[in-house]
C-alpha cells in the first residue's frame, strides 16, 4: 500500500533563512507521481510541483526547488530565503499509474516564518 | 482560468438540516473530486466522478450524497450531519485521464459547522 510520510510536524525559522521540508515515500509501483501542495491559512490547497517516478532531475523555481531521490524514495522540498508569505502547511502527496489520480497525502508540516 | 469555485464559504447547520455544497470548475476538466479535512489533518478523500459518473466512493456515511449534473458542476447534498462531520469540505478537479498523475486543482472550501 502506498505511504508517505512528513516526519517533521512544525518547523519556525526566522525569515530569510532556508529551510528543507522533508518527504519519504513508499509504493510498489514503478510508475507513480509525487506532488507537494502548499495550504495557507485561508484553506485553500495550492499546487506547487509535480513529478513522475521517472524524472528524476531536480526542479528549481524562483526561491522553490525540489530534491527527488529514488534511492532513499525521498522528494524533499526547499525554499531558499524564506518570506513570512511561506507560511503554510505543506502537504506532500503520492498517486500511482492507475487509481483516477486518487492522492495519497502525508500528514503536512506546518511551516511559521518569523519575522 | 485555473479556477474551482465552492460556495457557500461558511456553512452552520442543524442535526435535521438538509442542505447542499456546492463547486464549479470551468477548465474543462472531467474528474472531480470532494474531500473532508479535519483540524490539523490532511484532507481525505470522500468522492470521485470521472466524466459524470461516480468512481470512487470511499465508504462515506448516506448522509453525504453527491451529485455531477454536468461536468462543470459537483453537489455534495447533506441529511441528518453529526458534530463530528464538522470540517472543512474541499472540491477539486483534474484533467481526468487516469494514469496520467494529473494535478487537482482545489477550491477554497466550505467550512461546515453542526451544531
Known amino acids: 500500500a502506498q505511504k508517505v510520510t512528513q516526519a517533521q510536524t512544525e518547523i519556525s525559522v526566522v525569515e530569510k533563512e532556508d529551510v528543507t521540508l522533508d518527504c519519504v515515500y513508499e509504493t510498489r509501483d514503478t510508475t507513480y507521481y509525487l506532488f507537494w501542495y502548499k495550504q495557507p491559512p485561508s484553506g485553500e490547497l495550492v499546487f506547487l510541483i509535480r513529478r513522475n517516478s521517472f524524472d528524476e532531475q531536480n526542479e528549481i523555481s524562483g526561491r522553490y526547488s525540489w530534491n527527488f531521490q529514488k534511492s532513499t524514495s525521498s522528494f524533499n522540498f526547499t525554499i531558499t530565503a524564506s518570506q513570512v508569505v511561506d507560511s503554510a502547511v505543506y502537504f506532500c502527496?503520492?498517486?500511482?499509474?492507475?487509481?483516477?489520480?486518487?492522492?495519497?497525502f502525508g500528514t503536512g508540516t506546518r511551516l511559521t516564518i518569523i519575522p | 482560468d485555473t479556477e474551482v469555485t465552492q460556495t457557500p464559504k461558511h456553512l452552520v447547520m442543524g442535526m435535521t438540516n438538509k442542505k447542499s455544497l456546492k463547486c464549479e470548475q470551468h477548465m474543462g476538466h472531467r474528474a472531480m473530486y470532494w474531500y473532508k479535512q479535519k483540524a490539523k489533518k490532511p484532507p481525505e478523500l470522500m468522492f470521485v466522478y470521472s466524466y459524470e459518473k461516480l468512481s470512487i466512493n470511499e465508504s462515506v456515511p448516506s448522509r453525504f450524497s453527491p451529485e455531477c449534473p454536468n461536468s462543470s458542476l459537483l453537489n455534495l447534498h447533506l441529511h441528518a450531519l453529526q458534530p463530528e462531520d464538522s470540517a472543512l469540505y474541499l472540491c477539486a478537479s483534474s484533467q481526468g485521464v487516469a494514469g496520467f498523475g494529473n494535478e487537482q486543482f482545489f477550491g477554497p472550501g466550505t467550512r461546515l459547522t453542526v451544531l
Open positions: 502527496a503520492l498517486s500511482e499509474l492507475e487509481g483516477n489520480e486518487k492522492l495519497t
